[in-house]
C-alpha cells in the first residue's frame, strides 16, 4: 500500500494523471506516420524497462506491471492495459528491469525478484524445478549473500540490469554480481549456466555507478581512481591476479591515445562448436514456448527451420555443461578437448570449422554476391536485402552475439566468415567485418590468440596499429585483463578483496563527501565484441572487465547497450556510440565503428538522456522550445510496422538516416523526463504541467545544462590554448601569470561544479520517486554554490584590476582567429552581436546564473502553500542565491571602477599600491576632504580602498605620481564622527594604534558620505569579527585584527595580532618583536595586563627566558614561572618585575655552581625573611631568617650525615652563642663563629652523660681541640633526666612567623590587606574568587568533568553572611572541602603551597627526629593562620573552642561531629576540628616520619615484646596477662559456623575488636584515630556482653588486661608513634572526656608491652 507519508514531495502538487504518463511506439516505422500509444493506468509511473517484446512499468506505490509477448506465461498483453503482477504485491518495488526474454525487479529492502526464461540461468533460480522448466511463471526471490566476508552477509541491491541470457545486479557497497550464461557475465569461471550470483571479482574494490545490458555484451559506469591511487593496484586481489583495474600513471597518458586505445589484450574468437550450442539449446526452448507455434528465439521475419543444426544438437538440448571462459595454467603443456553436443571429446576445432564450412557453402559465388550487396549500401536512402528486422542485420557480418536467424542466407552467412586462412576484412559504409568472437570460448582459442598476439595487431584494418609489437606487448602489461604470469584460476586468492562501504546507493554517480555526481568516470566494457560494441577497437571478446580508454576524461555519466551497440553520455549533453551501424543507430558513419564516436547533432541540441534498443537510439535532448525533443536515429520504414504479426517480410524495403532525426508528435507529449527502448519498441515517460512546477524544473535543468555546455566551449576553444601558450606568461609577467592560472583555476571548478549540478537535475527528472524539493541540489548544497561563485568572481576581479584582461585581448583573438561561429557561441546574452568580443563580459557571463537560479526558485516555490517546509525551504534559497547576485554585481562594478582608476594613475609609484584583491571605494580628488591643520597651499589626497585609507601629500589629483603617502589598514583604522560645534566645521576623527588626526569635508553631505563609506568599509574588512558595531553607521570598537608597529617606543617593529580597543591593544593578543621576544596573553589599555606567557631571548645562554603567570601595567606582577636560560626556575609572586613575595627558586641541572632549591620570602628580587634552602649538592638544608640573599638571624641546619645545628646567623655564617647535635645525641652548646666552626666557651655533652666544659675550638667533622673540665656524672642523677630532655628550640624562628608571605599571597588573591579582614572587603573578596574560578574554568579546556564540575560549583556564592548553626555547618565544611581540591580557588592554591613548603622543610635531609616539635608547631600555625581567613569569608563561625548552641542534626558528618560535642548537645568548633581533616592528609607522610624516626628507639623494644608474647595461644596469652577466666570465649564463629576454643587455638578470640584497632594505622587525623579506638572498646564490649548476665559496667582491672590483649593481638607497627601523634594533635576539648579516657588506656599499653617481661 502506497504510504503517505513516504511520499516525495511533489506528489503532494502533482497526482495521477498529470504525472508519469506512459507513451510507447514501434522503432521501425516511419517518423510522421507514428502515433503513440498511451499507458493507462490509475496511478503514475516512475520507471518504464522494456525487452525484446515486452516490456515492464513500475507504478507510484511499487505495483510492478506488464505487458507484451509474456511467452514465459503464454500471454500477449496489448500496452494499453498492462497486467499487474499480483505475486509482488506486499513488497514495496523501486526498481524494474527487462532483459532479452525475462524479468527482474528490486524491492525496497534491496531484495532481487526475478521471473521468465531462465534457459541459461538469467533468473538465478537453481533448484530442481526451475532447471526442470525452462521459465519462471512467477517473480521468485534471488538470493544473493557474500559468502567472502565472516559471517557471510545478505546483499542489498540497489540497480538492476538485463542482458538476453545474463542478468547483472548492483550492490549498495557499489559491487557488481552476475549470473546466466557467457562471457558476458565477466566471471571466472568454466561453467555455464551460473545459477547463483557471483561477484565480478575484476570490478572488486572499484566504485561501480551503473550497469548496461546488451544482447551479450555488458557495460559499466565506475568512478575513475584518484590520481595518486593509479600506481597503486586497488585491492590486494587484483595484484595477485597481475591485472589492475586501472593502468600506471605512466601508462595512462599512452593510452589515451588514438592507437592504443584500439588494441586491448584478452581479445578472443569463438570457435564456431562453441557458437552453436548456446544458440541451438535456446532455440529448442523457445521454440517450445512460443504460442504462435514459431521460434520465440528467431527474430521477426526469420523462419522457424532449424536445418542449420545437427540432429544432435536438437536431440540433447539440455547439454549445458560446456568448458567456456576456460584458463590456461602456466607451465602445463596439455591439450583441451571442446565438448561436442553430444558430450564426445572434439580434438580438432579448426577441422569442425573446415567442415562447417564446406558443408553450408556449396559454391563460393552466393558469398561473394551478398558481399557485393552489403558493401553497395548506402549512407541513407539505399535498401538493403535483409531478413527482417535489424538483428539479421548483424547477421550480415557473421556475428553470433546476434539473435539467432534460421533462414539459410543468414546461417550461410554466419559459415562462410569463419575461414582458418587469412583474416579478410570487408568494409561497409565505414564498418569492417571480420572474425567475430562468441562465448563460451574455446580453450584452444584461447592458447591460439595468446600465441598470437603479435599478429593480432596487424590482422585488422580496424585496429590501425603501427606500433611495433614488442612496444605492444609492453604496454599491454600495464592494460587492466593482461594475464602476466599463468591462469587466473592460480592467482585468485581465497578471501574476497576489500568491500568499498559507507556509500549510500544513488541513481547516478555520487562524489564522496558532497553527494553531487561525480564527473571523473571510467567506461568498462566486457563480452562479446564480434560488432564493435565492446569499444576497444577489435572484434574480439572479453573474458572480464576492461576499461575504454578513449572514453577515460570524457565526463561520460550514463551509458546504454542496445543488442549490438553501445551508447555514452557525457556531462557536455554529447553522445559517443560505438557497434553495430547496420541502420545506423550510432548516429554517424565515421570510422572505425569498433571505438566510440561523435553521434552527429545538430547545432543547439544538447542531450541529457539517451536509450538503445535492437537496431535503434533514442536521446532526449533540449532544443529551442521549452519541452524536450526526442531524436531518433536507426532503422525506418516507409510504411507502418505491424507489431501484432512479430515479424515482417524479408523483401520489405527499409531505410535508415545517419544523423539523429527529430520525432515530431513529441511536441504532444508535454515533458519527457526519460526514454526507454528495447527490440523493435520505444517508450517515453512524460509529465503535465501542473502549477508550473514541472516547467520551473526543465527551464532549471536546461538552462543549466545550456550553461555547462557554455563553459565546456569556453574551457576548449579559450582558456586550454591561452594555457598553453608560451606568449600568454611574457604578456602577463609574473604576478598577473599566477592570477591568471587561478583564474582558470576557479573556472575549471565552477565548470565542473556546473556539470556535476545539472547532471544531478537530470538524474532528479528521471527519477520520479526521489523528486523531493528538501533534497533538491540548490537548497542541500547551498554553500558550495555560494563559495564557488564567490571565490571565482574574486579570480575575475583580481584579474580584471591587475589589466589582466588587457593584456590577453589580443591574444584570445588569435586562438579564436576567424571562427566566427565559435566567437558568437562564447558571447553572452547582454552582449551585441555585431560589437566587439568582450573578455571580460565573458568571464562576467556566470555570475548570471545565479539570478537565474532565485527566479527558478522563486517560480517553484509558488506551487506550495506558505506554511509548508517546502515553501520555507525554496524561499530561503530564492534569497541566498539573489543577495549573492546583487553582491557580486556590486563586486564587478567596484572591480571596474578600481581598473579604470590604476589605468588613469598609472605610474611606478602606484604600482607598490596596486594589489589584485584591493577595489577602490572613494576619492577626494575634488578636495572634498582635508586635514584640519592642512596648510593652505598643501595638496592633500584621500583614496578609500575595500582594505586601506591612503593620504597622499604633495601631488594632484591630475598627475600620475604620488610624492610621498601613508597607507593605514583598515583593521586598524577607528572612524569617530565630531559633532558641529561653534567653528562650523564638518569634521571625522581618525584613529590608528600610532596616530590620530581630524579630516574636514566640505559639505554635510561629504561629511556623510566619507563617513558611511569609511564605517562599511571597516565592517566589510573585519568580516564580523567586530563587535559594538551598527554597519553603515559606526565602526566597531573592539575588534580583532593584525598591525605592525613602526614608530611606538616600546613596541617599535613589533608585529601584532589579537584584540583592540579604539586604537589601542586591548584584549587577548599575540605581540612578536624582530630581536625574538614574544608575549601571548591579555593587554589591557595598551599593556600587557593579566595572564600572559612571555619568551624573552637570553644571549648568555642558548636556551631563552620564558614566563607565564600574571602581568599588570605592562610589568610582571602577580603570581608566575619564571624559567631562565641557565636553567633555573622560580615559580612565586612578583611585583614591578622582581620576585617579590613567596617564590620557590630551583636551580636545575644546568646550573654552573650548585643545585639547590629556595622557598621563601623575597624582596626586590632577594631573599629577605624567613625561608628553607634545601643545598642538594653539599647535602645541607637551612631554615632561618633571609636578608639580601644571605642568611641572617635566628635559624636551624641539618646536614645528611644527621648533625643539628642552632643558633643566629650573620652575614651567611653562624656566628655567636648555638647549639650542635650529632645523631647520636652529642649535644654541643657554646661559641661558633666562620660557619660551623666552633670558637669559644662551651660545654660538650656525650651520649651516656659525660661533659666537657671549657674552651673548643675546630671544626666538629675533622676534630675539636678542648681546654676545660671533663665532668662524670653520678649515676642516679643521670637516669633521672629525660633522655628527650635536650635544649632545642631556644634559636628557631617562631612558628607564628613562618610562611606569613605564604598567607600575605592568600590575602592578596582575595582583593584584602596582607593583615587579613580587617582591612578588605568581604563582599569584594568573594567578587574574587567567582571571577577567578569562572577564568580559569575558562581558559582551561582540558579540564577533566570532576574538575570542571567542581568549579562550576565554586562558581556559586554560598550565604557567608548567615549566623552558623548546625544545619549550615556541614554547608561550609562540603565547600571548603571542594575549594581545597582546586588550586584556582585561593584556599586551594594556600593549602597546596603550604603542602610544597612543609614537605621541601622535612623531607629529603630535613627528615630529621630533632626537627619533630618544629613541625608540630608549624602545623598547628598553619591552622591558626588559616583558620583566620575561614572567620574572615564565613564571619559566623565563632572563634577557636567556640561552640555553636544550636542543636545537631544527624548527618553524614555525625562521627566527627560526635568527637567534638558535649555532653549538652552543643558543637565545639576548633581549628584542629575544622582544617586538620583538609591539611594532614597531604602533610601526614612527612610528619608521621619524623615520629617514627623519634620514637625508633621504643618502637624496636616495643615490637619485640609484641613479637614473643604473640607465639603463645590466646588462653596462656590471656592467663599471662591477668585476664579474668569470665572474660575467657569459649566458642568461636568462621563463616558462620561456632567451633570451640581449645588450649591451642591462637588468632581466636576477640577476632572482631582486633581487626578494628588494625584500622588506625589507615586514618589520618586524631579524630579519626580516637574513633577507631572507640570503635575498638565497643566492640570489646559486644564481644563482653554475651559471657556475663546482665549489664556491667567495666572497670580499669578488668579493662586494662582485656584491651592489652587485643593491642598485641592487633601487631599494630610504630603504635608509638602514632600515639605521640594524636598526643600532640588531638582536640583539647576531647582530653579529658571519655575518648580522652580511651586513648589513655591504648597509651598506657604501649607502655606497658614495653615494661613486660617475657619470661
Known amino acids: 500500500m502506497e504510504k503517505q507519508e513516504g511520499r516525495p514531495a511533489d506528489e503532494r502538487v502533482l497526482q495521477a494523471p498529470d504525472r508519469g504518463l506512459v507513451h510507447v511506439w514501434p522503432s521501425g516505422g516511419g517518423t510522421e506516420q507514428l502515433f503513440p500509444d498511451k499507458v493507462l493506468l490509475s496511478r503514475p509511473v516512475v520507471q518504464v524497462s522494456l525487452g525484446e517484446h515486452h516490456g515492464v512499468l513500475l507504478a507510484q506505490g511499487g505495483q510492478v506491471f506488464s505487458f507484451g509477448e509474456l511467452s514465459w506465461r503464454g500471454l500477449s498483453v496489448p500496452v494499453s492495459a498492462p497486467v499487474l503482477e499480483a505475486s509482488l504485491l506486499g513488497r514495496t518495488v523501486v526498481h524494474v528491469a527487462a532483459g532479452g526474454f525475462h524479468c527482474g525487479a528490486i524491492s525496497e529492502q534491496g531484495s532481487v525478484y526475478m521471473w521468465g526464461e531462465n534457459t541459461a540461468g538469467q533468473c538465478g533460480q537453481n533448484d530442481r524445478a526451475s532447471v526442470t522448466n525452462i521459465t519462471v511463471s512467477e517473480p521468485c526471490p534471488v538470493a544473493m549473500v557474500d559468502s567472502e566476508v565472516v559471517p557471510p552477509v545478505v546483499v542489498r541491491v540497489v540497480g538492476l540490469a538485463c542482458g538476453r541470457e545474463h542478468s547483472l545486479a548492483l550492490s549498495d557497497h557499489n559491487e557488481l554480481w552476475a549470473w546466466g550464461s557467457g562471457c558476458q557475465l565477466g566471471l571466472v569461471t568454466n561453467i555455464f549456466p551460473v545459477w547463483k550470483p ?45 591485472r589492475s583495474p586501472q593502468c600506471p600513471v605512466a601508462d595512462r597518458e599512452e593510452l589515451v591515445t588514438t592507437d592504443d586505445a584500439h588494441y586491448c589484450p584478452l581479445g578472443v574468437e569463438l570457435s564456431e562448436v562453441m557458437r552453436s550450442e548456446t544458440p541451438s539449446r535456446r532455440r529448442v526452448s523457445r521454440q517450445r514456448l512460443h504460442p504462435a507455434g514459431m521460434s520465440s528465439g528467431s527474430s521477426p521475419g526469420s523462419g522457424a527451420s532449424l536445418s542449420s543444426f545437427s540432429d544432435d544438437s536438437r536431440s540433447n538440448p539440455k547439454q549445458r555443461n560446456l568448458p567456456a571462459c576456460s584458463r590456461l595454467e602456466p607451465g602445463e603443456n596439455r591439450t583441451e578437448c571442446v565438448s561436442q553436443t553430444d558430450g564426445s571429446p572434439k580434438a580438432n576445432p579448426a577441422a569442425d570449422w573446415a567442415a562447417t564450412k564446406d558443408s553450408a557453402f556449396s559454391d563460393d559465388l552466393e558469398l561473394q554476391s551478398i558481399l557485393e550487396k552489403l558493401s553497395g549500401q548506402t549512407s541513407e536512402s539505399q535498401d538493403v536485402t535483409a531478413t527482417g528486422d535489424t538483428d539479421s542485420m548483424s547477421s550480415h557480418t557473421g556475428s553470433d552475439d546476434s539473435y539467432i536467424s534460421s533462414t539459410p542466407s543468414s546461417d550461410l552467412l554466419t559459415s562462410s566468415y569463419k575461414d582458418d586462412s587469412a583474416c579478410k576484412r570487408q568494409t561497409n559504409n565505414g564498418r569492417a567485418s571480420g572474425p567475430l568472437s562468441s562465448s563460451p570460448v574455446c580453450l584452444e582459442e584461447i592458447r591460439l590468440c595468446l600465441e598470437k598476439e603479435k599478429q593480432a595487431l596487424l590482422s585488422s584494418s580496424l585496429t590501425n596499429i603501427h606500433q611495433k609489437g614488442n612496444a605492444a606487448a609492453g604496454r599491454r602489461l600495464s592494460l587492466p585483463g593482461t594475464p602476466t604470469h599463468g591462469s587466473p584460476r592460480r592467482r585468485r586468492p581465497c578471501a574476497c578483496g576489500p568491500v568499498s562501504a559507507g556509500q549510500a546507493p544513488s541513481a547516478g554517480p555520487l562524489e564522496a563527501g558532497d553527494e553531487l555526481p561525480s564527473l571523473e568516470t571510467e567506461v568498462w566494457s566486457w563480452g562479446r565484441g564480434s560488432e564493435g560494441q565492446l569499444g576497444h577497437g577489435d572484434q574480439l571478446a572479453r573474458l572480464q572487465p576492461l576499461c575504454i580508454k578513449s572514453l577515460t576524461g570524457k565526463e561520460v555519466i550514463k551509458v546504454a547497450a542496445g543488442s549490438h551497440h553501445s551508447l555514452a553520455l557525457t556531462a557536455q549533453c554529447q553522445v559517443y556510440s560505438w557497434g553495430s551501424n547496420m541502420c545506423g543507430q550510432l548516429g554517424h558513419l565515421n570510422s572505425p565503428v569498433t571505438l566510440p564516436q561523435h553521434a552527429k547533432l545538430s547545432d543547439g541540441l544538447r542531450v541529457w538522456d539517451v536509450s538503445a534498443g535492437q537496431s535503434h537510439s533514442l536521446l532526449l535532448a533540449d532544443g529551442d522550445c521549452v519541452q524536450p525533443v526526442l531524436l531518433y536515429c536507426g532503422q525506418q520504414s516507409e510504411k507502418p510496422q505491424s507489431r501484432s504479426s512479430g515479424h515482417s517480410s524479408p ?69 586550454s590554448p591561452l594555457r598553453k601558450k608560451e606568449a600568454a606568461c611574457q604578456m602577463l609577467g609574473e604576478p598577473c601569470t599566477q592570477l591568471f592560472f587561478a583564474l582558470c583555476e576557479s573556472f575549471i571548478h565552477l565548470s565542473k561544479l556546473v556539470g556535476r549540478h545539472a547532471t544531478s537535475l537530470s538524474y532528479f527528472l528521471q527519477n520520479a520517486q526521489s523528486r523531493d524539493v528538501t533534497s533538491f541540489p540548490l537548497l542541500t548544497h547551498t554553500e558550495l554554490f555560494l563559495e564557488t561563485y564567490k571565490k571565482f568572481c574574486s579570480a575575475v576581479g583580481d584579474f580584471e584590476v591587475m589589466g589582466g584582461f588587457q593584456s590577453l585581448h589580443k591574444l584570445s583573438l588569435e586562438c579564436l582567429g576567424s571562427r566566427q561561429a565559435v566567437l558568437s557561441q562564447l558571447r553572452g546574452s547582454d552582449q551585441p552581436v555585431g560589437g566587439e568580443f568582450d573578455l571580460v563580459s565573458m568571464f562576467y557571463q556566470p555570475l548570471q546564473q545565479l539570478h537565474h537560479y532565485s527566479r527558478l526558485l522563486l517560480k517553484m516555490s509558488a506551487c506550495y502553500d506558505v506554511l509548508t517546509l517546502e515553501y520555507q525551504s525554496l524561499q530561503q534559497g530564492c534569497s541566498h542565491y539573489e543577495s549573492l547576485s546583487l553582491s557580486l554585481l556590486r563586486k564587478r562594478k567596484q572591480a571596474e571602477a578600481t581598473q579604470l582608476f590604476w589605468k588613469t594613475h598609472s605610474g611606478k609609484a602606484t604600482e607598490n599600491l596596486r594589489l589584485p584583491q584591493r577595489r577602490l571605494l572613494c576619492e577626494s580628488s575634488n578636495r572634498s576632504l582635508t586635514p584640519l591643520s592642512a596648510g593652505r597651499f598643501s595638496n592633500h589626497w584621500f583614496i578609500l580602498f575595500n582594505d586601506v585609507l591612503v593620504h597622499t601629500q604633495g601631488s594632484l589629483p591630475s598627475q600620475s605620481f604620488f610624492s610621498t603617502h601613508h597607507v593605514y589598514p583598515l583593521t586598524c583604522l577607528w572612524v569617530k564622527p565630531i559633532t558641529e560645534d561653534r567653528t562650523g566645521l564638518y569634521a ?61 617606543e616600546r613596541f617599535k617593529d613589533a608585529q601584532y595580532a589579537g584584540g ?96 639547590s632549591v629556595f622557598i621563601g620570602h623575597w ?37 645528611q650525615y644527621g648533625v643539628y645545628f642552632e643558633g643566629s646567623f650573620k652575614e651567611n655564617k653562624m656566628s655567636g652563642s648555638g647549639l650542635l647535635v650529632s645523631d647520636d645525641n652529642t649535644v654541643f652548646q657554646g661559641e661558633f663563629s666562620d660557619d660551623w666552626t666552633i670558637n669559644g666557651k662551651g660545654v660538650l655533652t656525650l651520649a651516656n652523660g659525660d661533659c666537657l666544659d671549657g674552651l673548643f675550638s675546630g671544626e666538629w667533622r675533622t676534630g675539636l681541640k678542648v681546654v676545660g673540665t671533663y665532668v662524670k656524672p653520678t649515676l642516679d642523677g643521670y637516669e633521672g633526666k629525660e633522655k628527650n630532655d635536650l635544649p632545642l628550640g631556644q634559636h628557631v624562628v617562631p612558628a607564628a612567623q613562618r610562611w606569613i608571605c605564604a598567607f600575605d599571597e592568600c590575602w592578596s588573591r582575595l582583593g584584602c590587606d596582607a593583615n587579613g579582614g580587617g582591612g578588605g572587603d568581604r563582599t569584594a573578596a568573594w567578587e574574587n574568587i567567582a571571577v577567578t574560578i569562572t577564568a580559569a574554568r575558562r581558559q582551561s579546556p582540558d579540564l577533566s568533568k570532576s574538575h570542571t564540575k567542581v568549579l562550576e560549583s565554586l562558581e556559586f556564592i554560598p550565604q557567608y553572611g548567615e549566623p552558623v548553626t548546625t544545619a549550615n555547618y556541614d554547608n561550609i565544611r562540603r565547600y571548603l572541602t571542594k575549594a581545597c581540591e582546586t588550586p584556582h580557588h585561593p584556599l586551594g592554591w594556600l593549602v597546596e603551597t603550604l603542602v610544597t613548603a612543609y614537605r621541601m622543610t622535612y623531607v629529603g635531609v630535613g627528615s630529621n627526629r630533632r626537627l619533630l616539635p618544629q613541625a608540630v608547631q608549624e602545623l598547628q600555625a598553619y591552622l591558626t593562620h588559616f583558620y583566620s581567613v575561614i572567620r574572615f569569608l564565613f564571619p559566623g563561625l565563632p572563634d577557636d573552642g567556640g561552640v555553636i548552641p544550636d542543636a545537631p542534626d544527624p548527618g553524614p558528618f555525625k562521627s566527627r561531629r560526635s568527637s567534638s560535642r558535649a555532653e549538652q548537645g552543643v558543637l565545639v568548633v576548633s581549628c584542629s576540628s575544622l582544617l586538620l581533616p583538609l591539611l594532614l592528609p597531604r602533610l601526614y607522610p612527612p610528619l608521621f616520619t619524623l615520629y617514627c624516626l623519634q620514637q625508633e628507639q621504643e618502637e624496636a623494644l616495643y615490637w619485640e615484646r609484641v613479637l614473643r608474647l604473640n607465639k603463645q595461644p590466646d588462653q596462656s596469652l590471656l592467663s599471662f596477662l591477668g585476664v579474668q577466666e569470665k572474660f575467657w570465649p569459649h566458642w568461636m564463629s568462621i563463616l558462620g559456623e561456632k567451633k570451640q576454643i581449645v588450649s591451642s587455638s591462637k588468632d581466636a578470640c576477640f577476632v572482631s575488636a582486633v581487626e578494628t584497632l588494625q584500622q588506625i594505622s589507615t586514618t589520618f587525623t586524631p579524630s579519626d584515630k580516637l574513633m577507631v579506638i572507640q570503635r575498638t572498646f565497643e566492640e570489646l564490649t559486644l564481644e563482653v556482653k554475651p559471657l556475663l548476665a546482665g549489664d556491667f559496667l567495666w572497670c580499669m582491672d578488668d579493662l586494662f588486661p582485656l584491651f592489652l590483649y587485643v593491642v598485641l593481638r592487633a601487631r599494630v607497627r610504630n603504635l608509638g608513634a602514632e600515639v605521640c601523634l594524636i598526643e600532640d594533635l588531638m582536640d583539647p576539648n576531647l582530653q579529658h572526656g571519655e575518648m580522652g579516657l580511651m586513648f589513655t588506656t591504648l597509651k598506657a599499653c604501649f607502655i606497658q608491652i614495653q615494661q613486660e617481661s617475657t619470661t
Open 1163 to 1199: 624582596v626586590q628580587d632577594k631573599k629577605t625573611g624567613y625561608g628553607v634552602h634545601d643545598d642538594i649538592m653539599r647535602g645541607e638544608k637551612y631554615m632561618g631568617f633571609w636578608l639580601d640573599d644571605q642568611r641572617h638571624g635566628s635559624g636551624v641546619v641539618v646536614t
Open 651 to 719: 523483401s520489405r524495403a527499409e531505410s535508415y538516416a545517419v544523423r539523429p532525426s527529430l520525432l515530431p508528435f513529441c511536441i504532444e507529449m508535454n515533458y519527457i523526463s526519460s526514454v526507454c527502448s528495447g527490440g523493435q519498441t520505444c517508450a517515453a515517460l512524460t509529465d503535465q504541467n501542473v502549477m508550473g512546477f514541472i516547467a520551473a524544473i526543465h527551464e532549471l535543468a536546461s538552462r543549466e545544462r545550456r550553461f555547462s555546455c557554455w563553459m565546456s566551449d569556453v574551457r576548449k576553444v579559450l582558456i
Open 198 to 242: 557471483q561477484k565480478v571479482e575484476h570490478l572488486a574494490g572499484r566504485h561501480v555507478i551503473q550497469v548496461a545490458c546488451g544482447a551479450y555484451h555488458s557495460l559499466a559506469l565506475v568512478r575513475s581512481l584518484p590520481a595518486q591511487d593509479f600506481s597503486a593496484q586497488s585491492t590486494p586481489k587484483t595484484r595477485e591476479r597481475g
Open 988 to 1048: 571625522i576623527k581618525i584613529i590608528c594604534p600610532e596616530e590620530s588626526f581630524t579630516l574636514v569635508a566640505s559639505t554635510p553631505e561629504e561629511k556623510n558620505k566619507w563617513l558611511r563609506s569609511l564605517n562599511q568599509a571597516v565592517d566589510q574588512v573585519l568580516g564580523g569579527a567586530a563587535q559594538g558595531s551598527s554597519p553603515g553607521v559606526t565602526a566597531a570598537v573592539c575588534r580583532t585584527a593584525s598591525y605592525k608597529f613602526v614608530a611606538d
Open 1060 to 1155: 583592540w580597543l579604539a586604537g589601542r591593544v586591548h584584549g587577548r593578543g599575540t605581540m612578536k618583536w624582530p630581536d625574538g621576544r614574544l608575549y601571548k596573553g591579555n593587554f589591557k589599555n595598551g599593556l600587557e595586563d593579566g595572564y600572559g606567557e612571555c619568551v624573552i631571548p637570553n644571549k648568555a645562554q642558548d636556551k631563552p627566558d620564558t614566563y607565564q603567570g600574571q602581568w599588570k601595567e605592562g610589568r610582571i606582577h602577580g603570581f608566575g614561572k619564571y624559567k631562565y636560560g641557565s636553567g633555573e626556575v622560580y615559580e612565586g609572586c612578583f611585583c614591578d618585575g622582581q620576585r617579590h613575595g613567596y617564590g620557590m627558586l630551583s636551580s636545575g641541572k644546568l646550573a654552573r655552581t650548585t643545585s
